[in-house]
Structure formats: C-alpha cells, structure tokens
C-alpha cells in the first residue's frame, strides 16, 4: 500500500511538469501568434495567473456588490489594491482596467490614470478604449489637463477600431485652448477638408462649429471696427481682412453638403 501511494504521488508529480511544461510551451506559442503579448509580465505560469485572475474578479464583483453606495477612502484604496493585484496576475484582463478606471474615477482620477497607464503599459497598447477612457476621466475631472486629454485622445484614433467621434473629440479639446474665434474656426475647416466621404456625422459637426465661431468674430470684428478711429487706417484693414475670412469661411461651408463628396472643398487659408 506504502508503495503504491508513493508511485501514485511520484505520478502526480510528473503530471504536474509535464502540465507546466505543455502550458508554458503553448504560452511561448500564443507570443509568437501575437507579439505584444510578451511585454506583459505574468505572474504564475501553466495556466494558474488566468485562473486566479478570473477567482479575483469574481470575489472583486461580490466586494463591490456588498459596498454598496458611495466608497469612502478606504475602500477607494482598497479596490485600487485588489484591481492593482488582479492585473498583475492577468496583465491583460482589458475590463478590470476600464471597470476599475470608472469606479475609481468620480473621488480619484489619479489612481484611475495609474490604472488605465498600467493596462497600455503591460501590453494593452493597441485597445483604443483605455487611452480614450483616460481621456474621458481628464476632461471630467476638475482639476483636468485639455492638452493631457488631447494627448490621451491623438493615441486612441490611432489604434484599430477607433470609432470616429474619437478623433472629433479630439479637436474639441484643442479647440478648448484657444482663445481666438478665428483659430478656433480655421482648426475646425482643416479637420472638415480631411474627413473621408462616409464620414457625414462629423463633417455636419464641423459646420455647424465652424459656422458658430465665424459669426463670433464677425461679431467681434464689428464691435472692434465701432472703437477703431478711421485715421488707423493699419488696424482697420486688419479687422476687415479677419471679418472678410469669417464671411468667406460661411461660404465655404455653404457649398459642402454632408454626403456629397464630389463637391470641391476651399484651400484652408
């Protein structure tokens, strides 16, 4: 009998390598299939980082479920700790990164970022929705960063399968800084003059923006003319030549249906 428990652990044993031996070399093989995969550290091999990572969520969603409410700092921390640790064994479980970003982000943008960083670091570099969803949680936030937004944004458009309203997104943040209706209006027309035919949402977009700051500055350009004495003759022609741009900037857009890309679009001066 002593014998026999012996051979059946000896048995066990060999099992047990042969199984890591077959799970790491399958491993190696799914690096070879998808490249960016082996940039992401793990934890445990033959198997057992996806199957703790998976045990983790699950108590993660029964935490969740029982804090119900508004977490204080604690827990805030708390289920940064355990979102922190569950990427760790599984560095690339794309909904723990986007899940823990949303619930962390009302009370602490920062460990939100430190999240969503952490996922496009270890190996999520080519899932648009973690630089966009940064994106998203900078605008929000109150003390939010436009140009770190815009930054977040530019990566996400880049990536495969990036919805289109990631891009416009993106002007509306550079437009944010801007001060002058004219640049404003002008930063619009160059997104609209290089929008794809099929592109119709956001070309309608972009007129209805580029309409709205040019009747800003022919606004402004009028109330400058009323203060500008007609002896200032420099100052005068320089007002107009900006109101003349806004009219023709409406004229432009006028002539640009929606749908129809055949018709020619202005040169952006």
């Known amino acids: 009998m002593k014998n026999a428990n012996i051979g059946l652990i000896v048995a066990l044993v060999i099992g047990l390598v042969a199984c890591a031996f077959l799970a790491n070399s399958v491993y190696d093989s799914k690096i070879t299939m998808e490249p960016y995969e082996g940039t992401a550290p793990t934890a445990f091999y033959a198997g057992m980082d996806k199957f703790l990572s998976n045990i983790s969520w699950m108590t993660l969603v029964q935490w969740e479920a029982r804090n119900t409410g508004r977490p204080d700092e604690a827990q805030l921390q708390a289920l940064y700790r355990k979102l922190d640790a569950l990427t760790n064994l599984d560095p690339l479980f794309k909904d723990a990164y986007l899940d823990g970003a949303l619930v962390l982000a009302p009370a602490h943008p920062d460990l939100a970022h430190q999240l969503l960083d952490k996922g496009m670091k270890l190996g999520l570099s080519g899932e648009w929705k973690l ?25 996400a458009r880049k990536l495969p399968n990036a919805p289109a309203y990631v891009d416009s997104l993106r002007i509306h943040c550079q437009v944010e800084r801007m001060t002058d209706p004219q640049d404003a209006m002008d930063t619009w027309y160059n997104y609209l003059i290089g929008l794809s035919p099929d592109r119709s949402w956001q070309r309608r977009l972009a007129i209805g923006e580029i309409n709205d700051d040019a009747q800003q500055l022919i606004a402004q350009c009028n109330t ?10 420099s100052a ?14 409406i004229k432009d857009v006028q002539e640009i249906p929606t749908t129809n890309p055949a018709v020619t679009i202005h040169n952006a001066v």
């Not at 969803?133 to 530019?154: C, F, K, N, P, V």
């Not at 400058?224 to 003759?233: K, N």
């Not at 005068?236 to 900037?249: G, K, M, P």
């Open 131 to 155: 630089p966009f969803y940064a994106a998203m949680i900078e605008r929000m936030s109150s003390h939010g960063d436009s140009q770190r937004a815009e930054a977040y944004l530019d990566q």
């Open 236 to 249: 005068r022609d320089a007002i107009l030549a900006r109101r003349a741009h806004a009219e023709q900037r």
């Open 224 to 233: 400058a003319l009323e203060h500008t004495s007609d002896s200032d003759t």
